[in-house]
């Protein structure tokens, strides 16, 4: 990877704070360009001069090349600085198991939240609003006791070492149907994400970019 700073188009409370969280372990220096896209048209159009999709995070690595998909941009991150050990290697046995949740959070729970703050998007009338986000939030809910159900954490989620996957989960535990729920669906996770919650580098990050402002805002926009 390309010395030099990064642009991460990014938002409080949104999926960018896992990748802001990774950048932050990393030592990688960024720019954060700031726009709430599930609210704002706005923010949407600044976006999509990077990214068609219109969606954060997107980020521009310092040679200008262009990354998508939170997933890929964290595994990217974490394989590029194999120092860091972020990522199980291509050769360590937990490889297999590292993409399939990281592909996990991203396809099964992470994409479904694009469905709440407009449910026409999938073509349901605003009358059917709170059924649809309530649905949603069912589907994530079984999502993630079904990921609890299959790992085994050992101070984190793959193991001892601390990777992206614990971030990802750290952070869209934090989305709809929010934390409490997911400590109720997730009881083998849930001490990690608590200890990644605590993690000593990442609490100013943490509470800057995640504060009960925007978790509030978040949930406002959803179920408002
Ligand atoms: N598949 C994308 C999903 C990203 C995504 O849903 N981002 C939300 C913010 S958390 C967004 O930008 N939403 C814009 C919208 O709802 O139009 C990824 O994993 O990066």
């Known amino acids: 990877m390309a010395t030099g700073e990064c642009v991460l188009y990014g938002a409080a409370a949104s999926g960018s704070v896992a990748v802001e969280a990774a950048l932050t372990l990393l030592g990688i220096p960024f720019r954060l360009i700031e726009g709430e896209t599930w609210s704002s048209e706005a923010a949407r159009a600044c976006v999509e001069e990077q990214n068609a999709m219109r969606q954060v995070p997107t980020l521009i690595l310092p ?3 262009v990354l998508t998909e939170s997933a890929a941009i964290l ?15 291509l050769d360590d046995p937990k490889r297999a198991q590292f993409l399939r949740w990281m592909f996990f959070v991203s396809s099964a729970i992470y994409s ?3 469905i709440k703050p407009d449910v026409g998007r999938i073509g349901a009338p605003q009358s059917a609003r709170d059924d649809v986000v309530n649905a949603v939030h069912e589907r994530i809910a079984f999502c993630w006791r079904a990921m609890d159900a299959q790992l085994a954490p050992a101070g984190y989620l793959l193991g001892d070492e601390l990777t992206v996957l614990d971030l990802y989960v750290a952070v869209v535990s934090r989305f709809g149907p929010w934390r409490e729920r997911f400590f109720a669906e997730a009881p083998k996770m849930a001490p990690v994400v608590r200890r990644v919650d605590e993690d000593p580098r990442l609490k100013e990050l943490w509470e800057r970019r995640l504060v009960a402002d925007n978790s509030l805002r978040v949930q406002q926009v959803v179920l408002g």
């Open 63 to 65: 040679d200008g090349e």
């Open 75 to 89: 595994i990217y991150l974490a394989d590029a600085n194999p120092a860091a050990k972020l990522a199980p290697a």
């Open 112 to 114: 479904l939240h694009w």
